[in-house]
Nanobody
Framework: QVQLVESGGGLVQAGGSLRLSCAAS????????MGWYRQAPGKQRELVAV???????NYANSVKGRFTISRDNFKNTVYLQMNSLKPEDTAVYFC?????????????WGQGTQVTVSS
């Protein structure tokens, strides 16, 4: 079993910043991709950013230049630094981790953390 614990969401005014963290624990052999997704009310879950084991990064066009994803491989933790937040960034943010355990590959989701940006 792999558990993900997210933290860092909250309420912030437009233009402000927040930093999300997601720590993975359990019988992990290796972690490949770590990413963040978000889901706003009435909308589908969408990719925000993903970072591979080798450091390759992809961002949604809507967050490029404002959000930065990073990871600490020793701590099995992924971060999302969100700057210049806009009301349209309001959503529940979920981390996603893909890797290997002794029995095979896994994909795990965090419990979600609410980010609310007021105008």
């Amino acid at each position: 079993q792999v558990q993900l614990v997210e933290s860092g969401g909250g309420l912030v005014q437009a233009g402000g910043s927040l930093r999300l963290s997601c720590a993975a624990s359990g019988s992990i052999v290796s972690i490949n991709a770590m990413g963040w997704y978000r889901q706003a009310p009435g909308k589908q879950r969408e990719l925000v950013a993903v970072i591979t084991k080798g450091g390759g990064i992809n961002y949604a066009n809507s967050v490029k230049g404002r959000f930065t994803i990073s990871r600490d491989n020793f701590k099995n933790t992924v971060y999302l630094q969100m700057n210049s937040l806009k009301p349209e960034d309001t959503a529940v943010y979920f981390c996603n981790v893909q890797g290997q355990v002794s029995r095979g590959i896994f994909t795990s989701w965090g419990q979600g953390t609410q980010v609310t940006v007021s105008s």
